[in-house]
């Protein structure tokens, strides 16, 4: 499986913008990247996936590198409510099984108030 | 519109009894995922099944456990006599397509099993 590498934390302040990054170099070209969070006691949340070109949604942006070796997730403000662990996993498996999502151990977000 | 349910939430069960777990997928999902949360661990991969079928338990321990999406009602995943170490938090997630690498799974809140 391809792996992903991510600071085992960060911090932030409220109201600030985040850039959670994301190593991914042996990706393979049709891989997607996903995010997902994680908050305190809860089941993984879907944040943001994509390809080659940058992505925009209500939660959150993906920019992703030209040679989609790396990406960062960002997230525009950050509140209270975005302190997670934020995942980074590539759709990847051979033979069909990219519905295995490989979760690393992710990076903390700290937001202080 | 309600998502993934899981119940029960917590579960405590004594060495050696049985712990079954239920998962409701999303409304029109038809895959259903378990994996399973040591404590300071990543998620890891269990089983993966749709309706009447399992199509990959390469994470599922040989042993005790089991897992089944009948036709009707939730997916359960079953855990006979269980051991200190089946202590976890079980997460089932769902989608409504696989085969797919923009496959995006929904996760319900997990249940957290206690073994004493």
């Known amino acids: 499986d391809a792996k992903t590498t991510q600071p085992n934390s960060m911090e932030s302040n409220e109201e600030e913008p985040v850039h959670l990054p994301c190593n991914h170099s042996t990706i393979s070209g049709t891989d997607y990247i996903h995010w997902y969070r994680q908050l305190p006691s809860q089941g993984p949340e879907y944040v943001i996936h994509g390809l080659t070109s940058n992505v925009n949604n209500r939660m959150a942006s993906l920019a992703i590198a030209e040679d989609r070796k790396s990406s960062t997730l960002i997230l525009h403000r950050a509140t209270l409510r975005d302190a997670a662990v934020y995942y980074c996993i590539l759709g990847s498996g051979s033979g069909g099984s990219n519905y295995k999502l490989t979760f690393g151990k992710g990076t903390l977000l700290t937001v202080n108030p | ?116």
């Not at chain 2, 069960?13 to 300071?40: D, I």
């Not at chain 2, 999406?69 to 989608?95: H, M, N, T, W």
């Not at chain 2, 085969?99 to 319900?108: D, E, H, K, P, V």
């Open chain 2, 1 to 116: 519109n309600a998502g993934v349910m899981q119940n029960p939430r917590h579960l405590v069960r004594r060495r050696g009894q049985e712990a079954r777990l239920r998962c409701s997928p999303m409304k029109g999902h038809s895959h259903v995922y378990w994996y399973r949360q040591l404590p300071e661990e990543g998620l890891k991969f269990m089983v993966y099944l749709q309706k009447e079928n399992i199509i990959d338990e390469s994470g599922m321990p040989k042993e005790r456990f089991s897992a089944e999406f009948p036709k009707e009602g939730p997916s359960i995943l079953r855990i006979q006599q269980v051991v200190r170490g089946d202590s976890a938090a079980y997460f089932c997630a769902s989608s409504n397509r696989s085969g797919s690498r923009q496959n995006i799974q929904y996760f319900g809140a997990g249940t957290r099993l206690s073994v004493l």
